[in-house]
């Protein structure tokens, strides 16, 4: 059999051998010997796959054909790369974010414990006492807890750094099914508190920052003014549970306050279990959900639960979802992104399809001739088609293979784009290729190659047959040419024209009044040293106000919390009604107006008389005003904060600022001052604030100095970090502009490749016009009229799908209608503007040519 | 004067003729006629291609040696898959046969 195969690749040692042999036979027998060339040929077709073999055949032929036009094969190939090349690449990204499962042991087996909050629209977490309880749960062979990846100071031989650290249950990498890389994982006891600090690190920062030696185990580093042992690395294609970020060093519970473990309130924990062998999902959510019910009905009976709490608290359920492909808050964002990115990249590849479909067309015709001769001298329709078939496979799986490499290095460009637009939050994905994309990209090579080959071969066929009987075919060819084009005009329409809908979303949504000056506001997060008493964070805050605004540079400095996230709280505005209604709550310094540069409309700014014993005072924004005082002053009116011993009276109002991003409503705010006594927790960020006049400044090694408890959580401009926070709009923005560009791009040489082919068959028509006295400037503008009815008909029937495609995006848009005249009426202009510009030229250029010449030639 | 072979029997005296031991083309048709007393005879253009594909198929193997006469000739042997096939074609040839004659010598 593989001798059968092998001879493939030997025809001529076949050959001789075959040869040798009869020749041997004829020399020791004297009688007649029949067909010697027939015996030879039937031995060889025994001796190989004779269908395979004509495969070859056709592949060294058509890589013939495709060497003799090299421009041609050059343009097809390339356009084919790209098309498929984009697909291949954005499926990675999808691969990577909503497909790959964990590199774990049996990763079907896990099921995330989600609790869906319809609200907000995310999963909810859970409590220690919750994960305590489900523990029990008879369905689970085990847990996977985990607080999430965060960004962590640490610091190792006295060098500070910022890394990625993930609190998890001692069980983690025991579940998961893990092997450690180096050292070992944790053990049952190492989370109680009191136990010795261990810690695992990633086998990509054992890389990165111990460079693999072997010796890693056993070195400690300081988190948190602790020290930490290394005890193991995780292996190397692990990087965590959660789906686009890379875990640098994972600790356990052993340090977590005894208020987190014991407060069944305190939600911060995700949840992956492993269901035991033969669990279906469905009674596992049975037995999970009944564990919640019975957890939160026996909590929330305590008297110090309002109804309206209780009630919100016990509306909670839980589900189970598939866990293989592990926690991921990039599957809720990205997925439909990501899938309107596909079909986009898949109209380009459809373009890139007619395009080459074209090329194929032109060639086909100058074919015409050599496919008449093989059909005339017996050649089978089958057998000519199976050969022009071939070639347009060898030329999608050339396309195809380079599609690949495009892909490979597209997919980790595409990361770095999302990577900056996202700013601090960079991307961390596994982008090596596995079957799916291979699958992927050979499954779209093989139906591109159809594609685009199908018609042109049927064509061909068709032209070499007519062509016995009369001499010209143009029109009928011509015709096909024209509905490619057709067809290319129309999706690149459908593409420009989206890329003008983001484009303008990205330009509305920086247009939006935030309130605020971004440039030139600089961001610093605050961090305390784990253990600081809340008494010590006033001292702390004034040390900062204090020094702060001292630093060369700062020209005002003020804190608040939370300044990014937010906080709500029920409050009590009683000349509103008896009520309690939802505010959002800050706690600002004194500067923290003048800072910001938010224009203070009625009353007065905090000022350092309002301090602990001082009345409570209250600054609100326009928003509460116009939501709770209409037509009244609402100065010198109350709000009962929770908590609260005294109300707080109202003595400013302010501008309403868009802290929070452009795209949420702005909420009804309330800030009360920094030292009138923290209340709102410490989750949400503390922020610095400082008005710059240069550039940034460097607290990260000043903050210890400052005070002993303060610590540094990273900086940066307001501007940068709003920017970031439009990171999707921005990637929609630039790759739809890049894949309109691309697509118009590969129309225009569709069109070019299109008219170059027509004026060269009209170079006899446009001869004997030219003979008979016709003006060059007058044929310019017959050809350009004719190319012009065909790019009209592509935009029209463009402008209506583009209408349809268009209400599909409606989400992701801003200030811009799905419909929006302006952007049809300007995709359409750039459209024909670029088609005029291509076909102008070539019908030009024909048009000038010497008549007499033109003649000659035919 | 020699019959040639009957349709279908050609791969059956091949496979009979390599059980003896190795033989070259030229030297199997001697030997089937040698053997059935010149009552029997393959055609060489029926030979070849049917060795080469007896090779493919994996039931012969070849290997080039010197004949007899100091040439160069492409001796055939009997793989094991071979000496299977062989065992069951010369079992149901018995049976078509048995059943062919029963067949004519009804009256």
Redesign the interface.
Known sequence: MLQRFLNLFRSRLLDEDIREELDFHRSQSSGAFGNVTRIHEEAREASTYVWLETILQDVRYGLRQLGKSPLISAAAVLSLALGIGANTAIFSLINAVLIRSLPVSHPEELSLVVKPNRKRGSRGAFSHPFVKVLSGARSFSGLIVTAGPGRINLSIDGVDQRVTGETVSVDYFRVLGLTPAAGRFFVQGEDVPGAPDHAVISYGYWQRRFGLDAGVVGKTFDKDGYSYTIIGVAPQEFFGVSAGSSVDVWTTFSRTSARSLNSPGMNYLQVIGRRKAGVQPVPAQAEAEALFRGHVDQFTSESTWTPREREMVRAGYIVLEPGSTGLSSLRLQYSRPLQLLLAIAALVLLIACANVANLLLARGAARAREIGMRLAIGASRTRVMRQLITESMLLASIGGVLAICFAYGGASILVTIISSARGSNPLALNLQPDWRVFVFAAGATFLVGLLFGILPAMRSIAAAVSSERSTSTQPFRARSGKLLIAIQVMLTMVLVFGAGLFLRTLVNLHGVPLGFRTESLYLTEIEFQPGTAAGVKPEVYAALLDQAPRTPGVEAAAICQPFTGGWTNDVLIPSYSTEKVEVHRYQTSAEFFRTMGITVLAGREFSSGDRAGAPRVVVVNQTLARKYFAGRDPIGQVIQFPRHDTPSQIVGVVADVRVQGVRVEIPAAAYSPTFQGLDIPIFGAHTLLVRLRGPAPDWSSRFKEIHPSLRYGGGQFASEQLRNRLWQERTLALLSSFFGGLALLLAAIGLFGNISYVMARRRTEIGVRLALGAQPRRLVSLVLREYLVLVAVGVVVGIGASLAASQLVRQFLFGVEPNDFLTIALAAGVLIGVSLATVFFPARRASLGDPMLALRSE | MPRDTLHGTLDLLVLKTLARGPE???GI?CQVLNLSNEQLRV???SL??????M??E?LIRAEWKM?ENS????YYSLTAAGHKRLAKEVASWRDHAAAVAEFLSLT
């Open positions: 070259h083309g030229y048709t055609e060489e253009g070849y291609p049917a060795l080469r594909r090779e493919a994996g004949s040439r160069r000739a492409r």
